[in-house]
């Protein structure tokens, strides 16, 4: 993260935080919530702002840092929110968004041929585990398998569709 | 590569089962590993195609789950003048059974599934909401075993009982930290041991008086 002067790169810290940020803004508040953008650009700046002037003195990582950052604008966020709508709120981060829509819609779109192409075993695995949302424990009880064999059929179709998409 | 020890919390973390201090921890991890928050941007595009596109991906699954239920439809199909067509009456009618208005039915179907859409989370009432030191649900009718659940960010305790009721052994009590919100679900399994209702999980914050 640091240059060769020993100041930090701050284009590189943005570049790798931009993203970890804006994936924690759209879970909290919800990737349909127009704002979640102006929150991000915020929440980098202020990061930047502070690493810049020093007020940054490397007490922690720069990841805690900004995760620090990031944490505190949305719950202010959801406070202001809630103050404007008690009524409808949470009283916590609406965790998680039950709206969100994967953004790449080809990409989507591509995931969902090749989980169509999977073996049936590992496409009711899929089904059971992350569909229908259900425990290691349940899944193994309706396929008559040990958990640990769950997880690892779980985890061998992850590891397939990852073969898959990158062909 | 050796795995972290944090990948194991992805599911969860996704699935919003985390207590708040665990998710919190867990994201700052993210923000310092950039394995790890890889692997959970992956995880998130899975699950939300999986749920988004089920109707594609599962086609034929779903036709085996379904063809499972017609042999449902099968074994109750003589309780009903029609046959039973929809979900919601399938669940409707196992309703009807649950709670006991033909009881005698239960002995004779060993196959007594019920499909999770219809039913999961909606026939337990949880009675007991705060600072309970006994727990106690709507009952479902005879012959019913019950599971009852209680959750820390892990399963902290299970115990089966035929009661709708239970309480706490002194032993989990200690374990309990005053003002710690915990969570706590039954599960309804019939005399058959076949899982027919899960309360959604509510949660609590212990606070012992003694």
Known sequence: MKKKDNSYDLEKITAEYRPLVTFKVKKSIGAHTPEWEDIVNEIMLNAIEKIKSGQFKGESSVGTFIYTITRRRIVDYIRRKKKIATKYLPDSDPFPDPHEQIEDKERAELLAKKLEELKPKYKTILYLYYYKDLSRKEVAKRLGISPRNVSERVHYAQKLLKKLMKK | ?210
């Open chain 2, 1 to 210: 590569m050796r795995k972290c020890r944090y990948e194991n919390l992805i599911d969860d973390y996704l699935f919003g089962r985390l207590s708040k201090e665990k998710r919190e921890e867990f994201e700052e991890h993210l923000f310092n590993c950039p394995r790890c928050f890889e692997e959970t941007k992956e995880r998130n595009e899975l699950i939300l195609v999986v749920k988004d596109k089920a109707d594609s991906i599962f086609k034929d699954i779903r036709i085996e789950e379904e063809s499972k239920s017609r042999v449902r439809e099968k074994i109750f199909g003589f309780l009903s003048p029609k046959p039973l067509i929809s979900a919601v009456a399938t669940a409707a009618l196992v309703l009807i059974i649950v709670f006991g208005i033909i009881p005698n039915v239960i002995h004779k179907t060993p196959e007594f599934i019920v499909s999770d859409d219809a039913v999961r989370g909606v026939s337990i009432t949880l009675i007991s909401e705060a600072i309970p030191s006994e727990f106690k649900w709507e009952a479902l009718g005879e012959d019913i075993k019950y599971k009852v659940f209680i959750y820390n960010d892990e399963l902290l305790w299970e115990k089966s009982t035929k009661n709708n009721y239970i309480s706490l052994p002194e032993k989990i009590k200690a374990k309990m930290t005053p003002g710690k919100s915990y969570s706590w679900q039954v599960k309804a399994f019939s005399s058959h041991g076949t899982l027919i209702s899960a309360s959604s999980k509510v949660q609590f914050t212990w606070q012992n008086n003694n």
